[in-house]
């Protein structure tokens, strides 16, 4: 099983409807991470969580909510999706600081119709 | 401001061949590491390589090799003996460890030749 697991892989939906990506994380990681990736323009990052009481936004979190309920759970929300949120979404955590090293995701296609 | 940037969209390289793939980035902090990483049509994100920015020596995995100019800000990553599974998206990414977070470069699609 991947230690950092994402649902659902792939969504269409339509414009309005309200969506929810799971991330759960067996890694023990505190620092969990959601990005955006768009063809041309590489990760960019919505929302941050170092622990559950602490949630940061990042620099395209308009349109976005985050919730963290657990250690190893970080769900992102689209209130009222629009088309130009159609695109790939990664959730990732962080171990050591030390480090830096990313663990991804399998990513969450996301079509918004 | 954090930036990173890769100039090349997309580069094509004949199999066994040598490959280069160059990515800059601009912070003012001392401390943080530079990574490269791999995405294959599959979308997952595979790490290749990863560099300490205090380590002068260049880091090296098998086929991958980084050549990191410290000064320059530069960071490219060169693939040797080029294989067809290694063609995916590329991407070069900045952790800054006072920010705990990374940036990453908008990507480099690397095509293999047979």
């Known amino acids: 099983d991947a230690d950092v697991t994402q649902t659902p892989r792939n969504r269409i939906t339509k414009t309005g409807k309200r969506i929810m990506l799971e991330c759960s994380q067996t890694?023990?990681?505190?620092?969990m991470y959601w990005y955006r990736q768009d063809p041309g323009l590489g990760l960019r990052l919505i929302y941050y969580s170092f622990d559950v009481k602490d949630i940061n936004k990042g620099e395209i979190s308009d349109g976005y909510s985050v919730s963290r309920q657990a250690q190893a759970k970080f769900s992102l929300s689209l209130e009222s999706a629009i088309p130009n949120q159609t695109a790939l979404y990664f959730c990732?955590?962080?171990?050591?600081?030390?480090?830096?090293?990313?663990?991804f995701g399998e990513g969450s296609r996301l079509t918004v119709l | 401001a954090q930036t990173v940037t890769q100039s090349q969209p997309e580069m094509s390289v004949q199999e066994a061949e040598t490959v280069t793939l160059s990515c800059t980035y601009d912070?003012?902090?001392?401390?943080?590491?530079l990574f490269w990483y791999k995405q294959p049509p599959s979308r997952q994100m595979i790490l290749v390589i990863r560099q300490e920015a205090y380590k002068q020596q260049n880091a090296t995995e098998n086929r991958f090799s980084v050549n990191f100019q410290k000064a320059a800000k530069s960071f490219s990553l060169k693939i040797s003996d080029s294989q067809l599974g290694d063609a995916a998206m590329y991407f070069c990414?900045?952790?800054?460890?006072?920010?705990?977070?990374?940036?990453f470069g908008s990507g480099t699609k690397l095509n293999v030749k047979p």
């Open positions: 890694k023990g990681h505190d620092r």
């Open positions: 912070t003012s902090e001392s401390d943080y590491y």
């Open positions: 990414a900045v952790w800054v460890y006072n920010f705990n977070k990374f940036y």
């Open positions: 990732a955590t962080v171990g050591s600081p030390n480090t830096g090293e990313l663990f």
